[in-house]
């Protein structure tokens, strides 16, 4: 490809990216407003000024990747202001106290973003120490057992208290997720520059995979042993069989995989209470619709509510869903934006989710391609488990939705982890390959 | 290879993602309005709550019940205390009755029409209920709480000729302002301030029927009122007690001094010359054996009103009657013997806020020709202006006893006609203030 084509293609894709980021800020903008006149009748200050750093934060981002990475994929930051400002907005009606705080870890998260996907460096420190930055996120998780705190008093212990300041938290298993995918794409990248499948035969070569699929299951059983924590292990698991799937090519490593899965949840239905519940609760939580199945049930009539058209910012009752702020930020969108909002955030994670396999189809080395397809499989996942979780499809495996539900590590290495798939979109090999079709 | 690995996994995703949308509209689609009805959601309440119920007026305008407070959390007022029984209650904890309940569809702002319901269901816009506008009429409504005053018992109070109800009152009452507060007290009260006396309460009437059976039989060429009648005040047994006229007739009584003193005997002699079967037409002509078409809880008349017709003739047999029944028959002798039907609501707001009148059923008809009816009233004592028949009926075996009074004022031209039931009455004369204070007030005497 010649330097004008390239040159065209940065700058039809910068316009492409304007326009969205544009159509981002309409959107954040006058639901923030309409929030604000639907709480207060005028319009009032203190709901628009997170909006307006949001605004500020995404166009410093949008112009330092502009300077910097012109050929990075051009949907990524529109749908990350997009997802991130609707998330604000959200805050702001569901849990106003923690809007602030919020508000830093967004601007943190951007700053991380973009520092993470313009600073000239290297990848190859994360796919050489890989046992290093695994262990260390083992090591923080375990930390957990010992000085785990949950920020609300009542719940797991999932939560690191900073020492520098005992009243921020940090969930370390936010960190493993990006850790275990750093240390899985040079696993796999390492198997496939010695050869892969290819020159393995036999049981060897199935044990090249089914051994870390039975260590990695175990390890998933043991964070559901030790923490109770279903969302993270399900996460976990869900990316390591989606990256054995790429790497070993076998649809019974997958079918394995799931029945293996299945099997952790059955057992941990008759050994843990927590289990137990979430899953008697999905299975027909109308008997006990006032009890145990508050929370699903609450989230279904949330859903109901929002018809096609929503209730209206501000206009509908979410907050009868206890920590609707972070488990169930989907429930209520779908209550005060309504389908037409829900199907929108559905098509927000579908396009994330297809943009970032596409970059991973494109870059040219294999480790780049892991990291990129683990990362976009985590947000895909992720994003699943909690919006099949409202709408009943699974049982609640309580995770955060990405870049829109209330949490700062959630949001801190969502951040982290989009900026890399936008540093690995903007490599200049990749460009010239072309993202656009 | 892996591009294509990829390319399943990415097609994989898309078919979770779009999974999730159909069961979104799943949700919200196909069973959006079965879980919005399900009783423990509690939007149904919040949605209830959000609903500016609309007015209820008097004849004048004169605001009887209205929604107050902020949108979320909206207050039911009833500017005139004790309104309850003409009006009934709106609570969201105890729900509604009276014209509350009646006329809920439209106080809500409920639409008929398709097309609106739609929009306001998919826009999710606020309803706001429509006014409506009764006949009552505040100033007599606050008179006939006054002149009732302690007394247990009702009093009816309709406009003619159209039998506009002007005023209903029932005491104990309550306060439709306080039922949050009040309501177990006032279930669990004895006295039963929650039932509507007028409406509900099922009195014995005794010889208050004597002038609606005498019109029907004059009517019917039974008797002539100025004919005389043998044996006029001798006693009879009614429930092993003896009664006779009130007050003592001339010697040579006629069908007219058996009306004025309150003669139980010769009414049962009209059993010689009707039957039954008769004697049930008499009392559905003048609807003592139908409920009145009017928004309020009524009481159901009894299946079969005469069983025993000696007893039935003097009002001690299986028919009771409400105040409110009883006004309308009363207002059927004031009407020349045409049994009108009772008006309580006289218009409603359309969609447009325009005001439709109400048009109220059924349509008249005769209960007695209008010289029987003429007749009777031309018979009845004129004190102050008035015309009136006041009696003590027999309450029971116990022999309690209950006063009725029936007037109507002007005497020449009545245009209001008044019914009062008082409980427990010693004698003739309470009901008789009661219905005369409040004929006073209306009449301006």
Known sequence: MSLTSLTMLAEERRWQERALLLLAALFVLTSALTLSLALEGRIAGNHLAAPAIWLLLMGSAHGLLERYRPQRDPLLLPLYALLSGWGLVLIDRLAPNFLWRQTVWLGLGTAVLVAVAILPYNLRVLRRYRYTWLTLGILLLVATLVFGVNPAGVGAALWLPLPFSPRIFFQPSELLKLLLIIFLASYFDQYERTGGLREQKGLRAHLFFLGPLLLMWGFCVLLLVWQQDLGAATLFFLSFLALLYLAAGEWRYLAAGLGLLLLAAVLGYFTFAVVELRVDAWWNPWPDATGRAFQIVQSLYAVAAGGITGQGVGQGFPTYIPVVHSDFAFAAIAEEWGLSGSVAVVAAFALLAHRGLRIAGRVRRPFHSYLAAGITILFAAQAFLIMAGVTKLLPLTGVTLPFVSYGGSSMLMSSLMLGLLLYLSGRQGVASRGLRD | ?445
Request: glycine share 8%.
């Open chain 2, 1 to 445: 290879m892996r591009r294509t690995r990829i390319s399943h996994l990415s097609i994989g995703l898309l078919l979770g993602y779009l999974l999730i949308a159909v069961a979104l509209v799943y949700w919200t689609v196909g069973r959006g309005t079965a879980l919005a009805e399900r009783p423990d959601n509690p939007r149904r309440v919040e949605d209830e709550l959000r609903i500016r119920r609309g007015q209820i007026l008097d004849r004048n305008n004169a605001v009887l019940a209205e929604t107050m407070g902020p949108v979320d959390d909206p207050e039911r007022v009833y500017p005139v205390p004790n309104i309850g029984p003409a009006v009934g209650y709106y609570t969201f904890r105890y729900g509604t009755s009276g014209v509350e309940e009646g006329y809920d569809a439209v106080l809500r702002g409920d639409s008929d029409d398709v097309w609106e319901a739609f929009w306001r269901e998919n826009l999710h816009a606020a309803q706001t209920g429509r006014d409506i506008r009764l006949t009552l009429n505040v100033t007599w409504q606050r008179a006939a709480e006054a002149v009732l005053g302690d007394s247990q018992g009702a009093v009816v109070l309709l406009a003619l000729p159209d039998a506009t109800i002007g005023a209903l009152s029932s005491h104990p009452g309550y306060d439709p302002n306080r039922l949050d507060e009040d309501f177990e007290a006032l279930v669990a009260d004895e006295q039963a301030p929650l039932l509507n006396r007028a409406s509900q309460g099922q009195y014995q009437p005794g010889l208050a029927l004597q002038p609606f059976v005498l019109a029907a039989a004059a009517g019917q060429n039974l008797l002539a009122l100025e004919e005389t009648v043998a044996d006029a005040n001798r006693p009879v047994q009614v429930h092993g007690l003896e009664r006779q006229c009130a007050t003592a007739p001339p010697q040579e009584a006629t069908w007219v001094d058996v009306l004025q003193n309150n003669c139980p005997y010769p009414m049962q002699t009209l059993a010689r010359s009707l039957s039954e079967a008769e004697l049930a037409a008499i009392f559905a002509g003048f609807g003592l054996t139908e409920q009145p078409q009017v928004p309020l809880t009524v009481a159901s008349p009894p299946a079969e009103p005469v069983v025993d017709l000696e007893a039935a003739l003097v009002g001690q047999d299986a028919l009771t009657v409400t105040p409110l029944q009883m006004a309308r028959a009363w207002a059927a002798l004031a009407n020349g013997g045409m049994l009108p039907p009772l008006q309580l609501v006289s218009a409603v707001q359309d969609g447009s806020g325009v005001w439709q009148a109400v048009t109220p059923e059924p349509e008249p008809v005769a209960a007695v020709p209008a010289p029987a009816a003429e007749a009777v009233l031309a018979a009845l004592p004129r004190p102050e202006g008035y015309r009136e028949y006041a009696t003590l009926a027999l309450a029971g075996p116990e022999g309690n006893r209950n006063g009725w009074y029936l007037g109507l004022a002007p005497a020449g031209e009545p245009r209001y006609a008044v019914v009062v039931v008082l409980e427990n009455s010693e004698n003739l004369f309470e009901a008789q203030r009661v219905g005369r204070a409040l004929l006073r007030v209306v009449s301006g005497g």
